[in-house]
T-cell receptor
């Protein structure tokens, strides 16, 4: 099976712009989660989508939004970019159905730099 | 409010010896705990998990121990190999399936 893919891998934007990141999950996985990784902060949970519905949400401002399509592909959007949004954004997919451990499979991430 | 903490940012171990990575949590309602390994320029990869009703789970060289009364878990790697050098994250899963990660511990295994 192909793994989780994320595009683009690297992105440079300026303050005030908006950005859209894309994630294609492992075939058959209906859950897609997004995380932000910054040095010293670990992985901060953004949100999770399951069957096109947001199932969980982290503590990020409304500038961060996402959606999931009927083929389970997901996009994440950040509007009005700030310098502090520079981070590695990771997408993870799973076949989790609220039973057992939620073993998530991660993509390589998108490195976003805001200047 | 950091619900999952890895207090050691780094750990250095000699090849062949045991590596012990630690993790503390605050919420006694977590259902599962998971460990992930991350190499530079790659996403984290799942290593091993443990249910909150167990106190030990083993998979090859990797063993996870859970001490619920202390709200503490640890990952033991025996024997450690240079290829184990990576950042290790522990994560706790709440009842809604959300994973809460620690800050990570960078393990360096020296030949």
């Amino acid at each position: 099976k192909a793994g989780v893919t994320q595009t683009p891998r690297y992105l440079i934007k300026t303050r005030g712009q908006q950005v859209t990141l894309s994630c294609s999950p492992i075939s058959g996985h209906r859950s897609v989660s997004w995380y932000q990784q910054t040095p010293g902060q670990g992985l901060q949970f953004l949100f999770e989508y399951f069957s096109e519905t947001q199932r969980n949400k982290g503590n990020f401002p409304g500038r961060f939004s996402g959606r999931q399509f009927s083929n389970s592909r997901s996009e994440m959007n950040v509007s009005t970019l700030e310098l502090g949004d520079s981070a590695l954004y990771l997408c993870a997919s799973s076949s989790y159905t609220l039973a057992g451990a939620n073993e998530q499979y991660f993509g390589p991430g998108t490195r976003l730099t805001v200047t | 409010d950091q619900q999952v903490k890895q207090n050691s940012p780094s750990l250095s171990v000699q090849e062949g010896r045991i590596s012990i990575l630690n993790c503390d949590y605050t919420n006694s309602m977590f259902d599962y705990f998971l460990w992930y390994k991350k190499y530079p320029a790659e996403g984290p990869t799942f290593l091993i998990s443990i249910s909150s009703i167990k106190d030990k789970n083993e998979d090859g060289r990797f063993t996870v121990f859970l001490n619920k009364s202390a709200k503490h878990l640890s990952l033991h790697i025996v024997p450690s190999q240079p290829g184990d050098s990576a950042v290790y994250f522990c994560a706790a899963e709440d009842q809604g399936g959300k994973l809460i990660f620690g800050q990570g511990t960078e393990l360096s295994v020296k030949p």
